[in-house]
């Protein structure tokens, strides 16, 4: 397989559709990069682009798009309800297929790097690249927006990662970033007992001692009569879907609650799939070839994994 | 069930006998305190004892003690490999039985008071009981230790808790805190391979991503020819044995390796057995009476947990 990012620019343009269109077209037609889909929020006055790609070509179309919302974005004019410091607000990079977090710091700062010497804009590193503690969370970064990063940048704690510490006069800055690609992941429970799905939950989240990169809460869903484990999982390497799957089947065991089904909301990285796929694999003694097509990934997800109303285009690789 | 706390104080006389026998004497035969044991250290020069008992009888014993050393202890003419700050360096205080957190919180804040205001021993507050986040833990209050606290403890940012910001001549100063119950755990798996027994101690470790209040390692047992996960579970309730159990079978089961057993190193609080146990009674419809009895827990406790060489005076109330 070859080397495939995510990345996720937003932009500070929600509303002015002609607009939004001129700078979403940077990214149609490319050979290596696909857009799989951009949103809008007129509240927020921003849109959030979803790309994956070969690296190279990412970081090229994202440098196209610069010029871009250069030329239609001046944030001295933009409101709305979001908190933002640049015309493209923030652009992570996250690992997909056969790309490590190590490539992904180093993808965001050549872009940071490319973006600071070719337009004059500063960029702060974040996340995963942040250069230091305080810059790893972007709201630390983007505390005062652009009208208080005028300012704020010229104190030399807050200098650019890359750039003059001197905000772009109608771009502002933009931050860069690295992080995990993150699977919202909800497990159907036949029950109407809220409280103990909220059980399950804090079984395996974080916040209440379980599974560290594991967001979980319960809810109904009054359509189908059941509840649900709803799960953001942050680290899908250290904290597997299956691990996971097998854990919340545990807890309910205890109440005879079944556990039928689950499923992926958004989009799943392949890799996700396999690395759960495989312990079933092991467990029933089944062959599982290193280059398993989608279909068969498919399969397995729904057979193993009791992923319901799965199908391929879920899967990020289907868009390559 | 009555309220119980363990108490572990550690002070600094681990090589003359006849002064730690006058020390420990204070907690022989008294009527709601029991000791456990006590164990010297002639290197570190050091004792540690730990106690259970009602946590106001605790306390009155702790006073008692603090009398003691005052006389057999003076910390200018003390050596050894532990760092410490007091002749009574540490007293933690740990929740066993009917006591929250919390009251542990208020166990140790009435412990320094009390010590602080009858013997002019400054005391600071440390782990859970700590008043601000650089006094949680226990290593940076003690930094610089007996010798160095004599200029530290006058800075604004050292004053300690309770008493006065300057250092008793001879005893030093106490750290007096709360913290959870340590479970010391190993569960057996019948195989060589070390790599693999590491790999079920990083799913469930909190440093690789596991629970939140787990600590774990793979270890090779060469008298048994076999591995162990072995960990330490610095939160019970959090972290019940039974997930944990599972958890590691639910990995092992991919490799088609045996789990037959498991085993606690030191003492383990009867509420700790009990929470799992009640997993495995819902699982199997087995009813489990709120007043079970020790020789109970044990029997369930080997059925279930498979737990090896257990017997009731591992579990802490067998000793009340």
New interface residues.
């Given amino acids: 397989m070859a080397k495939i990012v995510e990345c996720v620019p937003n932009f500070s343009e929600g509303r002015d559709k002609a607009k939004i269109e001129r700078i979403v077209s940077v990214f149609k037609n490319l050979d290596n990069v696909k857009m799989i889909n951009y949103e809008a929020d007129a509240d927020y006055n921003r849109t959030v682009v979803t790309l994956i790609g070969e690296p190279y070509s990412v970081i090229e179309a994202i440098m196209n798009m610069v010029e871009v919302c250069l030329k239609e974005i001046d944030l001295n004019k933009h409101t709305g309800e979001h908190a933002r410091m640049g015309a493209i607000d923030v652009i992570p990079f996250i690992p997909i297929s056969e790309v490590t977090m190590k490539e992904c710091v180093e993808y965001a700062n050549i872009t940071a790097e490319r973006i600071s010497s070719k337009y004059d804009i500063p960029c702060f590193t974040y996340a995963e690249a942040a250069k230091e503690e305080k810059r790893v969370l972007l709201p630390n970064i983007r505390k005062g927006e652009f009208e208080g990063m005028k300012e704020k940048i010229k104190l030399p704690e807050w200098h650019p990662d890359y750039g003059k510490p001197e905000i772009h006069p109608t771009f502002g800055v933009i931050g860069v970033g690295a992080r995990d690609f993150l699977i919202a992941y909800n497990i159907d429970i036949l029950t109407t007992d809220e409280k103990k799905t909220g059980n399950f939950a804090k ?1 395996i989240r ?1 916040s ?6 594991v967001q979980a809460g319960p809810v109904y869903l009054e359509n189908k009569g059941h509840t649900q484990v709803t799960m953001n999982i942050l ?1 899908f390497k ?2 597997p879907i299956y ?1 996971i799957f ?2 919340v089947k ?2 309910a ?3 005879s609650m079944e556990v039928p089904s689950a499923e992926i909301v958004g989009l799943i990285p392949k890799e996700a799939l396999v690395k759960s796929l495989k ?1 079933y694999c ?2 029933f003694n089944e062959e599982l070839s290193d280059d398993i097509s989608l279909d068969d990934v498919v399969k397995l997800s729904q057979k193993y994994l009791k992923l319901r109303d799965f199908t391929k285009d879920k899967i990020i690789e289907y868009f390559l």
Same sequence: chains 1, 2.
């Fill in positions: 079984a974080a209440s001692g379980g599974f560290q990169y680290n250290k904290n691990r097998e854990t545990m807890e065991k205890r109440y312990y092991d467990v």
